[in-house]
């Protein structure tokens, strides 16, 4: 996942950004990979880096999920939708 942010040229603080302004209407659906583990939420959303000279937004496919206790947010996909 690392690879596919610095890829699309962001920084820790786009994908946060990015993250922070997820709406209701960004979601697409839950994935359920272990029924004893929390599921993974799947978002699409248009974002582009603050540092950008691109004219059109990136069509973003984000996945993220939940730690065992429910208290840590892990991103598990952030790339090109």
């Known amino acids: 996942m690392t690879n596919d942010i610095e890829n699309l040229g962001y920084s820790l603080l786009d994908v946060c ?14 994935w359920i990979y272990d029924k004893l583990l929390p599921c993974h939420d799947v978002y699409h959303c248009q974002w582009s880096s603050r540092k950008s000279s691109a004219t059109e937004p990136d069509e973003l496919y984000i996945k993220l999920g939940f730690d065992e206790k429910c208290t840590t947010i892990l991103v598990a996909s952030f790339h090109l939708h």
């Open 17 to 30: 950004e990015c993250l922070k302004n997820l709406t209701p209407e960004n979601y697409r659906e839950s």
